[in-house]
C-alpha cells in the first residue's frame, strides 16, 4: 500500500527550519521560525519553569491521568489570565475551560466542536494569517474564507477593507481574530477598532474565535487582553485558544486551552458535553507535565512576580531589536515601503511583516543563508546583537 505514497510538501515554516538545519554555512539566520531567542540566540527555560519543575518533581502525587477537560486549577488560571481575577467569568459559570496540546491542538478541538455542531458554518481568516490556521480548520471539516487585514503598501492595519469584508459574514459563521500580536504581521486594531469588529460580528449573529498565543509580548498581561475584554463586552458567545508556548517559554511541552464563554451556565455546560466528546475521540485526555508548570507559576505569588519579570525582559528585548532594526535598515538608505520603516517600531510581538517579496526571500536564502518566511515574515525576536549587521546587509544587497 506504501508504493504508491508521493513525498507531501515541507511545512511552510518547519520546513525552513529542516533546510537551515542542513546548512552548512557557519554564519547562518533562521528567522523564519516562531521562537523567542535572547541575545546569545538561545531559547532559555525560564526561571520560574525550573522552579516549578523542580516542586511538581518533590510534589506530584500520581501521573494518573487527568480528567478528559485537564486539571480544573490550570483551568481556572487560564480564565484568571485572561479575564482578570476579579471577573465574574472566573466563577460564574459563564466560561469553560479545556486543557490542550498547545494553542495548535485548542484550535482544532474547536474546529472539531464546530464542525460536529454547527452545520453551514464558515470559518473567516484575516489574510494574511498564520500558515496553518487554514489546514487545521479544513482538516476539522471546515470551509475557510479570507477577510483583508494589511495594507502591504504602508504595512498597517487596512481597517476600512476589513470591516467591508466581513460585511459578507453569514449568520452562524465564526470571525477568526488575532488577540494581539498578528501573526505574521504584527499589526493589531486599536481598541476602538476592536469594539467596531465585536458590534459588526454580533450584528451578523457571527461567533469570534480569538486566537491568543502572545499575551503579554505587545505591551503586558492585562494590557494585551484589552481587544478580548472588547469583545466579552459585547459578545455573549466567544471561542478563546490559548497558548503558553512564548509567554512561558514552553514551546516542546505543548501547553494550550481552550476557553468557551457562553450567555449563561447552563448553555456553557452543554458546549462543554459536546468538546468533551470531541475531545475523547481525539486524543481522549491532555498531557499533565506543562499545565501542571502552569498552574503552580499562577498559584505562587513569589513565582507570578518571576514568571511576570521574566516575561517583561523577554518583550523588553523584542521592542529593544525593533528599534535597532529600523535604525540599522535606515542607516544603509534601505527603506521597506514607500513611508519607511517606522512601522516595525509600531508593530506588535515576535513578527514583522517585513515588505520583502518572495524572490528577495529567496535570494537571502540562497545567497546569504539567511531564512525567511516566503510572506516576507520575520521573527524580530530571532535578531540578536552578533548577526544584526550581517542581516540588514544582506536586505540591502537584496533590496537594490
Known amino acids: 500500500m506504501f508504493q504508491s505514497i508521493q513525498p507531501a510538501a515541507p511545512d511552510a515554516i518547519l520546513g525552513l527550519t529542516e533546510a537551515f538545519k542542513a546548512d552548512a554555512n557557519p554564519d547562518k539566520i533562521n528567522l523564519a521560525v516562531g521562537v523567542y531567542k535572547d541575545e546569545q540566540g538561545k531559547t532559555p527555560t525560564l526561571a520560574a519553569v525550573t522552579a516549578a519543575e523542580r516542586w511538581l518533581l518533590d510534589n506530584e502525587p500520581t501521573k494518573s491521568y487527568l480528567g478528559i477537560d485537564g486539571s480544573p486549577g490550570y483551568g481556572k488560571a487560564t480564565r484568571d489570565l485572561l479575564f482578570g481575577k476579579d471577573s465574574d467569568l472566573v466563577t460564574n459559570g459563564q466560561a469553560v475551560t479545556f486543557q490542550c496540546p498547545g494553542g495548535t491542538g485548542a484550535l482544532r478541538v474547536a474546529g472539531d466542536y464546530l464542525a460536529n455542531n454547527h452545520t453551514g458554518t464558515t470559518l473567516w ?206 542607516s544603509r538608505g534601505v527603506q521597506l515601503n514607500a513611508n519607511g520603516n517606522g512601522f516595525i517600531e509600531q508593530q506588535n510581538g515576535m513578527f514583522t511583516m517585513s515588505g520583502l517579496t518572495k524572490d528577495q526571500v529567496a535570494k537571502l536564502k540562497a545567497e546569504h543563508a539567511i531564512y525567511i518566511v516566503g510572506s516576507g515574515r520575520i521573527n524580530v525576536a530571532g535578531i540578536t546583537p552578533s548577526n544584526l549587521d550581517r542581516l540588514c546587509d544582506a536586505i540591502a544587497a537584496v533590496v537594490a
Not at 486524543?283 to 499562577?298: D, F, K, R
Not at 505562587?300 to 525582559?313: H, V, Y
Open 125 to 330: 481568516l484575516s489574510d494574511p494569517t498564520w500558515a496553518n490556521h487554514h489546514d487545521i480548520f479544513r482538516a476539522a471539516g471546515l470551509p475557510t474564507q479570507s477577510y483583508a487585514y494589511l495594507d502591504s503598501a504602508t504595512n498597517t492595519l487596512d481597517f476600512d477593507s476589513m470591516t467591508e469584508a466581513l460585511s459578507a459574514v453569514k449568520p452562524g459563521d465564526v470571525v477568526l481574530l488575532h488577540g494581539c500580536c498578528h501573526n505574521p504581521t504584527g499589526v493589531d486594531p486599536t481598541t476602538e477598532q476592536w469594539q467596531a469588529i465585536a458590534t459588526l460580528v454580533k450584528d451578523k449573529g457571527a461567533l469570534p474565535l480569538i486566537d491568543f498565543a502572545y499575551q503579554g509580548f505587545a505591551q503586558g498581561v492585562e494590557q494585551d487582553a484589552a481587544g478580548l475584554h472588547a469583545v466579552l463586552d459585547i459578545c455573549d458567545e466567544v471561542l478563546i485558544c490559548s497558548s503558553y508556548s512564548k509567554n512561558f517559554g514552553l514551546y516542546r511541552e505543548r501547553v494550550g486551552a481552550l476557553t468557551v464563554v457562553a450567555a449563561d451556565p447552563s448553555q456553557a455546560a452543554n458546549v462543554q458535553s459536546q468538546i468533551k466528546t470531541a475531545v475523547r475521540r481525539n486524543y481522549s485526555n491532555p498531557p499533565a507535565h506543562g499545565a501542571l508548570v502552569v498552574e503552580h507559576i499562577l498559584s505562587d505569588a513569589s513565582l507570578t512576580d518571576q514568571w511576570l519579570s521574566e516575561l517583561t525582559q523577554m518583550r523588553s528585548r523584542i521592542n529593544g531589536m525593533r528599534t535597532n532594526l529600523r535604525q540599522a535598515l535606515d
